[in-house]
């Protein structure tokens, strides 16, 4: 199979992340093996996708969904390995079970997420499980079929609850997917029920922080830097956080800008340390929820006081309607690797502790410094060489397979953090 093309990158064969690359292909036997005992020790979740950015002298992760959509996106060459970690997955957490019922988001008219969950229930189906989908949509009433664009058929139906498990119309399998964030909180109908859910709804966007998930991920980087004997910044975005904001009525705004200052002190001594000559910027965002929602690039902290009603209004309220009352205020990496001249980041996604492929997120109307999961993007599937665990140490570090590895090492550091994430929630519910 021909390995696809990395996409441009202006500072390739360049700058610190080169180096970076070349110590991850050195010391690739260590790095394996500190990854199998990290997950021997705090098992990962049961699937999660990794936003990057690729800076050429900083490779970051900005964000991690620890209930992906998207699986439509990935390249089918890697469909069997994918597979294979959801047979894996699923005899971790649950190794008696012969089904899974998905709960998917309420999404019924997004044909793009619609496609998502079919994928999704092909890959469980394919490896050996029966699938059914529960909807906790109060509109669906009845098993709706649904006719995609891409021809394939889907089928919801209303969740319905027997005794301590849910289900669907005389199915109820021991182990239930979540596809869902549950950003508004916990349904009843999945309180105190006796089946496993994957993930925890203990993760969900109704109790789970990124400042946390950051949290955690800083010491990961810490000890894979030392390991490995380079300076974590390369790979961890520094940030800060801001409570009792309120953009609407203009509240907590002062405070807000005078953290973003004291960020970008922190940003510029790292960059005139490692002679990173760009201009510093930051991202803030809510500091839970997803789908691109709420987030907003700055770099003069000033702006925040002057923002127009429509910038109020989009970085109030976050998916389901919720408000944004604390933010993260996150270190801007910038995106130097381009798609046929349209700037992109990659996204790569796991299965259990598995690197199971990824994507290029493309945005024609955005720049290097522009949150990229915004209307207008679209995705560019990649056949990730050996799916980013298979570098060739004959070829230039920036070469493809090598590249592809330097994603799936981070994206497996942030699973790491989300990993210890989901051992303190498991922790504080015993």
């Known amino acids: 199979m021909l390995l696809p093309a990395v996409p441009h990158l202006e500072t390739a064969l360049k700058g610190p992340l080169l180096n970076i690359e070349k110590k991850l292909l050195a010391n690739?036997?260590?790095i394996e093996s500190w990854f199998r005992c990290q997950f021997r020790n705090t098992p990962a979740p049961f699937y999660a996708s990794v936003d990057l950015r690729n800076a050429g002298f900083k490779l970051a992760p900005v964000d991690t969904n620890l209930f992906p959509a998207g699986f439509n996106n990935l390249h089918p060459d890697l469909r069997p390995l994918a597979i294979k970690a959801v047979q894996n997955g699923i005899e971790r957490h649950c190794p008696i079970t012969d089904g899974v019922l998905i709960i998917p988001e309420n999404?019924?008219?997004?044909?793009?997420?619609?496609?998502?969950?079919?994928?999704?229930?092909?890959?469980i189906t394919d490896a050996g499980y029966a699938v059914r989908i529960g909807s906790l949509n109060p509109e669906i009433q009845t098993a709706t079929n649904i006719d995609l664009p891409s021809g394939r058929p889907l089928t919801l139906e209303p969740i319905v609850r027997s005794g301590n498990r849910v289900g669907v119309d005389q199915f109820f399998p021991c182990a239930v997917l979540l596809n869902n964030d549950l950003a508004s909180g916990i349904p009843d109908c999945l309180q105190g029920i006796e089946q496993v859910l994957l993930p925890p709804p203990s993760l969900g966007w109704h109790s789970r922080t990124k400042s946390a998930h950051f949290t955690h991920y800083r010491n990961v980087a810490q000890e894979f830097a030392e390991m490995i004997d380079c300076d974590p910044w390369f790979f961890d975005p520094l940030f800060s956080t801001s409570v009792g904001v309120d953009f609407k009525e203009g509240v907590g705004i002062d405070k807000l800008i005078n953290e973003c200052e004291k960020l970008l002190v922190d940003i510029q001594t790292a960059y005139d340390a490692h002679g990173i000559e760009h201009k510093p910027y930051l991202?803030?965002?809510?500091?839970?929820?997803?789908?691109?929602?709420?987030?907003?690039?700055?770099?003069?902290?000033?702006?925040?006081?002057?923002?127009?009603k429509n910038a109020r209004k989009k970085m109030t309220s976050g998916k389901e309607g919720l408000s944004t009352e604390k933010v993260i205020i996150q270190e801007g990496v910038y995106t130097f690797e381009t798609v046929s001249d349209a700037v992109a980041e990659p996204v790569v996604y796991m299965i259990d502790h598995a690197v199971i492929g990824g994507f290029y997120r493309v945005h024609t109307g955005k720049t290097a410094t522009d949150n990229l999961n915004a209307v207008g993007m679209h995705f560019e599937p990649l056949a990730f060489a050996d799916a980013c665990i298979q570098p060739d140490a004959r070829l230039n570090p920036d070469a493809a397979p090598n590249r592809f590895?330097?994603?799936?090492?981070?994206?497996?550091l942030a699973l790491i953090a989300a990993a210890r994430e989901l051992h303190d929630t498991q922790n504080l519910s015993e």
Do not use: F, W
Request: overall charge positive.
């Open 405 to 412: 590895y330097a994603y799936g090492v981070v994206a497996r």
């Open 28 to 30: 690739k036997a260590v």
């Open 107 to 123: 999404h019924t008219r997004n044909l793009y997420y619609l496609e998502n969950l079919c994928t999704l229930a092909g890959l």
């Open 283 to 308: 991202i803030v965002k809510a500091d839970a929820g997803t789908y691109g929602m709420g987030v907003m690039s700055i770099q003069d902290p000033q702006a925040l006081a002057a923002l127009n």
